[in-house]
C-alpha cells in the first residue's frame, strides 16, 4: 500500500525565513510520482510541481525548491526567503499504478508572519 | 475559462438526507474524481473516472455514488447522510488517466451533516 506522511502539522516562521515542509513517501512501485500542491486560505487546491521516480534532479522555481531523494524516500519543499502569501496548507502526494489515484499526506500548515 | 465548477459551495443536511454534488468541468479532461478533505488527514479518494461510462472506487466510497453519462459531469450523490460525512469534498479532473497527470480541482463543497 502507499503512504504519505507529512510528519509537520504546522509550521511558523516570520517573514524572510527560509523553510523546509518534509514529506516522506513509501510505495514498492518502482514507477511512480510524487506532486506538491498548495491551499491557501480561499480554499482551492493549487498544483505546484510534479516528480518522477526516474528522476532525482533538484528543481528550482524562483524562491521554491525541491529535494527528490529516492535513498530516503524523500520529497521535500523549501521556501527561500518566505512572503505571507505563502501562508497555506502544503500537501504531497503520490501516484502510483495505471490510474490516477492520489494518496496525499496529510497537510503541513505553514504560517508566514510579517 | 471556468474550469472545474462544484455547486453548491456550502450544505447543511440532517442524517438521512440524500443529496447530490454537482461538478462540471469544461477542459474535455477524460480523468474526474471526488476527494473529501478531513482536519488531520489529508484528502482521501471518494470515486474515479477515467471516461464517460467507466467509474471506480477509492479509498472511502462506502455511502456515496456516482456516474459519469458525459465527459463534462460527474456528480456525487450521498444517499443517506451521516454524520460522519461532514466534510469538505473537492472535485478534480486531469487531462490524463494516468499517474502522471496533475489535477486540477474545484473550490470545494462544504457539507454538514446534522
Known amino acids: 500500500a502507499q503512504k504519505v506522511t507529512q510528519a509537520q502539522t504546522e509550521i511558523s516562521v516570520v517573514e524572510k525565513e527560509d523553510v523546509t515542509l518534509d514529506c516522506v513517501y513509501e510505495t514498492r512501485d518502482t514507477t511512480y510520482y510524487l506532486f506538491w500542491y498548495k491551499q491557501p486560505p480561499s480554499g482551492e487546491l493549487v498544483f505546484l510541481i510534479r516528480?518522477?521516480?526516474?528522476?532525482?534532479q533538484n528543481e528550482i522555481s524562483g524562491r521554491y525548491s525541491w529535494n527528490f531523494q529516492k535513498s530516503t524516500s524523500s520529497f521535500n519543499f523549501t521556501i527561500t526567503a518566505s512572503q505571507v502569501v505563502d501562508s497555506a496548507v502544503y500537501f504531497c502526494a503520490l501516484s502510483v499504478g495505471g490510474a490516477q489515484k492520489l494518496v496525499f499526506g496529510q497537510g503541513t500548515r505553514l504560517t508566514i508572519n510579517p | 475559462n471556468a474550469g472545474v465548477t462544484q455547486t453548491p459551495k456550502f450544505q447543511v443536511l440532517k442524517t438521512g438526507q440524500s443529496m447530490t454534488l454537482q461538478c462540471a468541468q469544461d477542459m474535455n479532461h477524460e480523468y474526474m474524481s471526488w476527494y473529501r478533505q478531513d482536519p488531520g488527514m489529508g484528502l482521501r479518494l471518494i470515486h474515479y473516472?477515467?471516461?464517460?461510462?467507466?467509474?471506480d472506487q477509492g479509498e472511502v466510497p462506502n455511502g456515496y455514488n456516482v456516474s459519469r453519462s458525459t465527459t463534462e459531469d460527474f456528480p456525487l450523490r450521498l444517499l443517506s447522510a451521516a454524520p460522519s460525512q461532514t466534510s469538505v469534498y473537492f472535485c478534480?479532473?486531469?487531462?490524463?488517466?494516468?499517474?502522471?497527470?496533475?489535477?486540477?480541482f474545484g473550490e470545494g463543497s462544504r457539507l454538514t451533516v446534522l
Open positions: 478534480a479532473s486531469s487531462y490524463t488517466r494516468g499517474p502522471r497527470g496533475e489535477l486540477f
Open positions: 473516472s477515467v471516461g464517460a461510462g467507466i467509474t
Open positions: 516528480r518522477n521516480s526516474f528522476d532525482e
